[in-house]
């Protein structure tokens, strides 16, 4: 017999009198993000991505949908080829090295009314029927996760500084063009500060016109704001250390580890690369072990705590058989392949995802600014899920009827004015989850 579909299913729920119930979650989240900013702080350090050039303005920053997930890094632990207790023990965050953290939406964090008795949940002493149940909250733990619409919003401000050019470029202009020795850099420091009396007149038309003509020069004129959108999720369910994950269900079921901070770009040798490292091959870096083609394993840095007690970014360890100098070293501080280099901004633009292990349901590239004509960009996402759930707990992932999927997206955002001009970007983020229930 064929299943039902879902018109029936949604005729059975009405004659059963069951489902009735509509739950709407909604998200908003905005802010501005800033090319540079995410290592204000100290404790922010692990935000800072260690294998990209940031000799030049780059944002970086990401959110994730519902939640992160906990994987493998280049801990010694991780990298050997034995599995043990420790590897599910001490797991990192994958938001590591990938910049400013919008944060977590929790998009799957529904709360349910239930009988008294739970002192986490939202209780609801009144009658049991839909009419009195708030459609913020769903009526019985069974129901079904319907979907996910969400909407983002990405605009430039109306004043973005702009990074001006040095009192040397200017200076060979002025004595080019007027053959002035007379102004002097304090004069060119003045002309731009808020706050400092300008220079006289005629110094300040001969910067201007300087000025001038170095922006004819310059082929853009203005910066060329260009951005990357990557939406994207591990291709197998993953692991989250918390108690209320399903952890053990989905250990026992199969869960990937891999770590987009060293996997989620592809390289130019064919090994994939992140913000913190990269992933040998099995085939390609069979040199690495004389014993023939390895596991593979992360080669890079990592987040953690040294043996002096300093939180910090330190070197990945790589195990090593008795004898072995295939290697070459003992520690993985290598942080890209050989042959290869340091990510530039235009890397980031350009260079193609980690497929093989990865869904990508958006990639795209954007263009922003007074040459492009164009302030904001705009993009929606809509998950039609329609996965029955059966949990009182407001986390739905805990739900033993999603343990079969991957609910856990991950989004990056990278940009560059292309030169030395800071990059700066509004965000909105607005959602809805819809769930049915009663």
Not at 31 to 54: C, E, I, K, M
Not at 175 to 199: C, F, L, M, V
Not at 324 to 330: E, N, R
Not at 379 to 402: C, E, G, H, K, R
């Amino acid at each position: 017999m064929a299943p039902f579909n879902t018109n029936q299913v949604k005729y059975i729920q009405a004659v059963a009198g069951r489902q009735q119930h509509t739950t709407l979650k909604a998200i908003n989240v905005n802010g501005v993000l800033t090319s540079g900013t995410y290592p204000t702080h100290p404790w922010d350090a692990h935000r800072v991505p260690q294998t990209f050039n940031l000799s030049d303005p780059l944002l970086l920053a990401q959110f994730a949908l519902h939640e992160y997930p906990h994987a493998w890094d280049a801990s010694g632990v991780h990298n050997n080829d034995t599995l043990e207790a420790a590897d599910f023990e001490n797991v990192a965050g994958t938001h590591v090295g990938f910049g400013e953290n919008i944060g977590e939406l929790r998009a799957l964090d529904v709360p349910c009314a239930v009988e008294l008795g739970g002192a986490t949940r939202t209780h609801i002493h009144a009658r049991a029927d839909d009419e009195w149940i708030p459609s913020t909250v769903r009526a019985t733990p069974d129901g079904f996760l319907k979907s996910l619409n969400l909407k983002l919003r990405l605009t430039l401000p109306t004043n973005i500084p702009v990074a001006h050019p040095s009192w040397s470029e200017i200076e060979a202009i002025l004595k080019r063009e007027t053959g002035s020795t007379t102004i002097q850099s304090i004069d060119y420091d003045a002309y731009w500060s808020p706050t400092t009396a300008n220079p006289v007149a005629s110094v300040r038309d001969a910067i201007k016109a300087a000025l001038d003509l170095y922006a004819r020069s310059h082929p853009m004129h203005t910066p060329h704001y260009e951005f990357r959108l990557i939406m994207f999720r591990n291709r197998i369910n993953t692991y989250r250390a918390t108690a209320s994950s399903n952890n053990l269900d989905a250990i026992r079921n199969g869960v990937s580890l891999l770590n987009p901070a060293y996997d989620l770009f592809m390289g130019q040798t064919g090994r994939p690369r992140g913000p913190l490292g990269y992933r040998t091959s099995p085939k390609l870096d069979k040199n690495l072990d004389p014993n023939g083609a390895p596991a593979p394993y992360y080669s890079g840095v990592r987040w953690g705590t040294d043996s002096s007690g300093v939180t910090g970014y330190i070197d990945g360890v790589i195990p090593q058989a008795a004898g072995d100098a295939g290697h070459h070293y003992t520690s993985g501080e290598k942080k890209f392949p050989d042959g290869e280099a340091t990510l530039t901004h235009r890397d980031l633009m350009t260079m193609p995802l980690n497929k093989n292990d990865y869904v990508v349901m958006r990639d795209v590239r954007f263009f922003l600014g007074q040459a492009q004509g164009k302030s904001h960009f705009e993009d929606v996402f809509d998950f039609d899920f329609n996965d029955p759930i059966n949990t009182a707990d407001t986390d739905l992932m805990t739900s033993d009827t999603l343990a079969d999927k991957n609910y856990r997206w991950h989004c990056v955002l990278i940009g560059t004015s292309n030169g030395r001009d800071p990059v700066h970007l509004n965000y909105e983020i607005r959602g809805t989850t819809a769930c049915q229930s009663g």
